[in-house]
Nanobody
Framework: QVQLVESGGGLVQAGGSLRLSCAAS????????MGWFRQPPGKEREFVARISWSGGSTYYADSVKGRFTISRDNAKNTVYLQMNSLKPEDTAVYYC???????????????????WGQGTQVTVSS
């Protein structure tokens, strides 16, 4: 089992940057796929990015490709989401998620992940 705690959210102007962190408990962090999702106000939770155990494989939603970067440091039990060129439409609560087995075909679904953090608010002003 793993527990996840996000941090790094806040208020930023359009065009700015933020780096979110997700700290995980447990000694088996390196065996989990990690994902980032977000939930805009009044909308459903949506996939943002996923990273493999080693960090060698990453995937992104089309809406963030080229602007966001997911990475992980297994020695620190932490996954990151670097967000650049932020837009007002990026405003959402951002969640990290974990699971031992997340395939390419299911990675965009919230059902593919068993463990979730509490979320961190990101607000982008225009």
């Amino acid at each position: 089992q793993v527990q996840l705690v996000e941090s790094g959210g806040g208020l930023v102007q359009a065009g700015g940057s933020l780096r979110l962190s997700c700290a995980a408990s447990g000694r088996t962090f390196g065996s989990y796929y990690m994902g980032w999702f977000r939930q805009p106000p009044g909308k459903e939770r949506e996939f943002v990015a996923r990273i493999s155990w080693s960090g060698g494989s990453t995937y992104y939603a089309d809406s963030v490709k080229g602007r966001f970067t997911i990475s992980r440091d297994n020695a620190k039990n932490t996954v990151y989401l670097q967000m650049n060129s932020l837009k007002p439409e990026d405003t959402a609560v951002y969640y990290c998620a974990a699971d031992r087995d997340v395939s390419i075909t299911t990675m965009t679904s919230t059902k593919a992940y068993d463990y979730w953090g509490q979320g961190t608010q990101v607000t982008v002003s225009s």
